[in-house]
T-cell receptor, first 110, second 108 residues
């Protein structure tokens, strides 16, 4: 998967549960992103990180937190999952025109 | 108004046909432009960058019109394997903004 791994691949949560989606890259790219993809809505940016230790909100950050403690990893946390957060989550690493997505995490919140 | 807009399709075309997709964007300060391809239940993959002078990669041609704020993708001699969703992407600063995608179905 072009050097981007995401875990877990699938997850079912109950409303109110918390979880962390992990993303790791094996290249030294500064920029990493978290997107969610929903039918008819396309890919919407949740958070992004231009470099280690920095994060910024995207279009739909509510209900999420992120952490970029090192260059390699960018995690996405749901503190209290809601059914509206049922989606497919993709992590992206980027350096200029070199851009690769991870395989995605499919999340179902009941 | 969405930052990046695409016709969702689907575009149903026979093998061998030429098909074109357009995408409009609202931020005139956008700096970079790309087309991605996404197959069902898979992650999107970068298809090609789009340059002001236009660029070609085999059967695929991408064009950028900054004055009118749109980009296009032309696929010649469509193959069955071209069936996918095509996503337009606009970049500015540190953000990549995706369109919702255009569905292409190539039929034999």
């Amino acid at each position: 998967n072009a050097g981007v791994t995401q875990t877990p691949k699938f997850q079912v949560l109950k409303t109110g549960q918390s979880m962390t989606l992990q993303c790791a890259q094996d290249m030294n790219h500064n920029s990493m992103y978290w997107y969610r993809q929903d039918p008819g809505m396309g890919l919407r940016l949740i958070y992004y990180s231009a470099s280690e230790g920095t994060t910024d909100k995207g279009e739909v950050p509510n209900g999420y937190n992120v952490s970029r403690l090192n260059k390699r990893e960018f995690s996405l946390r749901l503190e209290s999952a809601a059914p509206s957060q049922t989606s497919v989550y993709f992590c992206l690493r980027q350096r200029g025109e070199t851009q690769y997505f991870g395989p995605g995490t499919r999340l179902l919140v009941l | 108004r969405k930052e990046v807009e695409q016709d969702p399709g689907p575009f149903n075309v026979p093998e061998g046909a030429t098909v074109a997709f357009n995408c409009t964007y609202s931020n005139s300060a956008s700096q970079s432009f790309f087309w991605y391809r996404q197959d069902c239940r898979k992650e999107p993959k970068l298809l090609m960058s789009v340059y002001s002078s236009g660029n070609e990669d085999g059967r695929f041609t991408a064009q950028l019109n900054r004055a009118s704020q749109y980009i296009s993708l032309l696929i010649r001699d469509s193959k069955l394997s071209d069936s996918a969703t095509y996503l337009c992407v606009v970049a500015g600063g540190n953000k990549l903004v995706f369109g919702a995608g255009t569905i292409l179905r190539v039929k034999s």
